[in-house]
C-alpha cells in the first residue's frame, strides 16, 4: 500500500474501498472482503444509511481496528446534535474514526465543523475533512476553522481535476479525496485511447490506469463495488508507475467539466433531510 502524509503527520492510505449506494448487506459484504484483500481504508457517510454494517464488516474482515483506516461524515442534520459524533461512533460500534468530515455545506455547517474540532480535541477524530466545500465555502471555513482539516472529499477525475480548489489546498496542507474518480461511469472518460494505450503497455484495464493518475496526483481514491472481481482489481493498480510525460499526456483531458452539478435548492434539500439510520 502507498501512504499519503497528512497536515497533522499522520498518514491515509492511498487507496480504499467506498460505500456509497451499497446496501446494508452490499456494504457489509463489500468491506469485509475488501479487507480481506488488503485494503485498509474504509469510507461511508451517516447518509449512506450503511454505517452499522460497515461496523460489521470491518468485524468480520478478521482484521484489528488499528490496521483499518475508517472514514465516515456527518450528514447537516446531525450539526446540530450535539451527540452525533458519539452516535456516528456507536453505529459503527468503535471508539474512535481516522477521519471524520461534514458532508455538505448546508444548514449549520459551521457548527457541524466545531463539532469535528471538538472530537478532534478528544480523540475521536485522528482527522477531520470537509466534503463537498468547494469555492466560496471552503474560502469562508478558511477564515473560521480553529483546526485546519487534513482533507477534502470532491469530485475528481481526469475531465475535472480541480485546478482552481488545489490552489488553495497546496496553500493550507489539505488532501483531495475523489470521488467520481472514474467519471460516475461514463464510458467516454474510459473510452479515451490514452488510457487503452496505457493499459495495453502496462497490463492494466483502463479504469486502473486511471485509479494510478488518481494516486499519482497525490489525491487518495475510494472506488465503490459489489463486485469482488472489480474490488480486487482496483486495488491492483500500485505495481507500475506512469511516466511524467504520460502524466502530461493525461492532463490534456482536462475540460474542467463535472458531472455533479449542485444547487442552493439541493443545498437546502440536504439541510431538511434526515437519514433513516439502520436499526439495530
Known sequence: MEYITLNNGNRC???????????PADAERSVREALRMGYSLVDTANAYVNERAVGRGMKASGLAREEIYLSTKLW???????KAVDE????????YVDLLYI????????????QLEQAYRAGKARAIGISNFEGRYIAELEGLWE?????????????????????????CGIKLMSWYPLGHGDKTLIREPVFAALGKKYGKTPAQVILRWHTQ???????????????????DILDFTLTEAEMAEIAKLDRGERYYH???????????????FEKN
Open 13 to 23: 492510505p492511498a487507496v480504499g474501498i467506498g460505500t456509497f449506494m451499497l446496501s
Open 76 to 82: 447537516p442534520s446531525e450539526y446540530e446534535n450535539p
Open 88 to 95: 456516528t461512533l456507536a453505529r459503527l460500534g468503535v471508539d
Open 103 to 114: 458532508h455538505q455545506p448546508a444548514g449549520n455547517w459551521l457548527a457541524g465543523y466545531r
Open 147 to 171: 483546526i485546519a482539516p487534513q482533507f477534502i472529499q470532491a469530485e475528481a477525475h481526469p475531465y475535472f481535476t480541480q485546478t482552481e480548489l488545489r490552489k488553495t489546498l497546496d496553500r
Open 217 to 235: 496526483m497525490g489525491f487518495a481514491v475510494i472506488p465503490g463495488s459489489r463486485n469482488p472481481e472489480h474490488i480486487r482489481d482496483n486495488l
Open 262 to 276: 449542485r444547487s442552493d435548492a439541493q443545498l437546502a434539500q440536504f439541510a431538511a433531510w434526515q437519514p433513516d
